[in-house]
């Protein structure tokens, strides 16, 4: 992308021309375009929509900035600084944050399983850090809920058929056949929304800036939708399963498991959850479809051949033929 544009814009933001300087984060990047900007003495965010096949067959800027309104002043993000869904400034819709200063776990190899701040800290403060994030979720959910995220009919049914949608775009020839056969069973068995509130969608520690070990910002809202709280909960629970044990590393100390997370989240002011194996089944497939999708994505990018036995047998399809939710235990009252 070329910097004039981008230069343009943040002068027009800031109140005349500066030095620009532009960099991309090392980790991800996979589901959008990400430009990490200096701006004289500026520093900002600048996100947009991407230009090439990726992890998604459309690409809503829009939900993204709903929910960084919605929350602001509420729950630790970004501000919201600029949006441009037009895409006039750039080419393609995008929007400009504020950067905010602080620690984010790593993602990538070396994981925060492995290696860095987390992995070296106390137990206390490890905790300290998984208790924030929860703290923080509770307050995502108490946020009114976005009206145009609100499925139609009930949000069990609509989140999973979204899970079941993603997984049939652009799958390729070759893929796990544990996926279809999980996603037919859960569609067979599908309970109730027990009451619906705003998901963040991918709460897991590496979408969490942190100054010391307290959140200071939430990241990626490109998966936020409205249903039940358990969603948000069995999620963290399995990204840290597949980012931790399912890379043969133990959990840190100060994390806790889908039980621990789903009792705490109770006593810091979230509703009990109700029992939890389906919600931990759909997180697992859900994990399975996103590491599929990613493969594929890396195929349309060069970087791996078609028919690569990954794409047959990964860590979260593994996870899959474990069943591990079936005895699931449920936090105590």
């Not at 030095?19 to 991309?24: G, K, R």
């Not at 959910?141 to 499925?151: C, D, K, N, W, Y």
């Amino acid at each position: 992308m070329a910097d004039e544009p981008l230069a343009a814009w943040l002068a027009d933001l800031f109140g005349g021309p500066a030095a620009l300087s532009v960099a991309t984060p090392t980790g991800g990047g996979w589901s959008n375009d990400t430009l990490l900007c200096r701006f004289g003495a500026a520093r900002v965010v600048v996100r947009v929509e991407p230009a090439r096949r990726s992890m998604f067959p459309t690409y809503d800027l829009g939900r993204q900035v709903a929910c960084l309104r919605a929350l602001a002043g509420r729950v630790p993000v970004p501000e919201l600084l600029d949006v441009d869904l037009e895409g006039v400034r750039l080419g393609r819709p995008a929007f400009v944050m504020a950067f905010v200063e602080g620690r984010v776990p790593a993602d990538d190899r070396p994981t925060f399983a492995e290696a860095g701040w987390l992995h070296d800290a106390s137990l206390g403060d490890q905790r300290r850090f998984f208790d924030g994030l929860l703290g923080a979720l509770v307050e995502v959910h108490a946020t009114p809920v976005i009206e145009a995220l609100r499925p139609v009919g009930d949000a069990n049914v609509a989140y999973l058929d979204d899970v079941r949608r993603l997984w049939e775009w652009d799958r390729g020839d070759h893929w796990p056949t544990i996926i279809e056969e999980t996603l037919a069973a859960l569609e067979q068995e599908v309970p109730p929304s027990p009451g619906d509130v705003l998901l963040w969608g991918d709460a897991r520690p590496a979408n969490v800036v942190a100054a010391g070990f307290d959140p200071v910002a939430l990241l990626d809202w490109e998966l936020a939708s409205v249903g039940p709280a358990e969603h948000d909960l069995a999620w963290l629970a399995e990204m840290n399963h597949v980012r931790i044990e399912g890379a043969g590393h133990a959990s840190l100390p100060g994390f806790r498991d889908l039980a621990g997370i789903a009792a705490t989240y109770a006593e810091l002011g979230g509703r009990r959850t109700v029992e939890l194996s389906w919600y931990q089944a759909v997180a697992a497939v859900r994990v399975a479809v996103l590491m599929h999708r990613y493969l594929r994505a890396m195929v349309h990018a060069g970087q791996l051949p078609e028919g690569h036995r990954l794409l047959g047998d990964t860590v979260a399809s593994r996870r899959l033929a474990c069943a591990p939710w079936d005895s699931n235990p449920e936090p105590a009252d």
